[in-house]
C-alpha cells in the first residue's frame, strides 16, 4: 500500500512539473508573439509614414504647378521631375499613353 502511495506521490510530484514547465512554454511563447507582432505593427507604421510622405510630396508639386500655372510659367517635364523625383513612377508611363494616343506632344 505504501509503494502505491509513493508512486501516487511521484505521479503527482510529475504531473505539477510538466505542468510548471508547460506554463513557462506557454509564457515564453507568449513573448515571441507579442515581439513579433510588435515587428510586424513597426513595419506597417513605416509603410504608412513613407506613403504618407510621398503623398505630402506630390501634394506640394501638385500646389507648386498650380501655382506657376496661375502666374502664367508653366513648368516642363524635367522641372517637374526635378521638383520631384518620385513622380518619374507615377507620371512617365502616363505621358508615353497620352502620347501614344495623340493627347499629347
Given at each position: 500500500m505504501s509503494e502505491v502511495?509513493?508512486?501516487?506521490?511521484?505521479?503527482?510530484?510529475?504531473?505539477?512539473?510538466?505542468?510548471?514547465?508547460l506554463g513557462r512554454i506557454l509564457e515564453h511563447r507568449r513573448k515571441a508573439v507579442q515581439i513579433e507582432m510588435a515587428d510586424v505593427v513597426g513595419e506597417f507604421a513605416e509603410t504608412?509614414?513613407?506613403?504618407?510622405?510621398?503623398?505630402?510630396?506630390l501634394l506640394a508639386l501638385g500646389t507648386s504647378v498650380g501655382d506657376s500655372y496661375h502666374r502664367g510659367r508653366h513648368l516642363k517635364t524635367p522641372e517637374i521631375f526635378t521638383a520631384c523625383p518620385l513622380l518619374k513612377n507615377y507620371l512617365r508611363p502616363m505621358r508615353a499613353a497620352m502620347q501614344r494616343s495623340g493627347l499629347a506632344k
Open positions: 502511495i509513493a508512486d501516487m506521490e511521484r505521479c503527482s510530484k510529475t504531473e505539477a512539473e510538466a505542468q510548471e514547465s504608412i509614414k513613407r506613403k504618407v510622405a510621398e503623398l505630402d510630396a
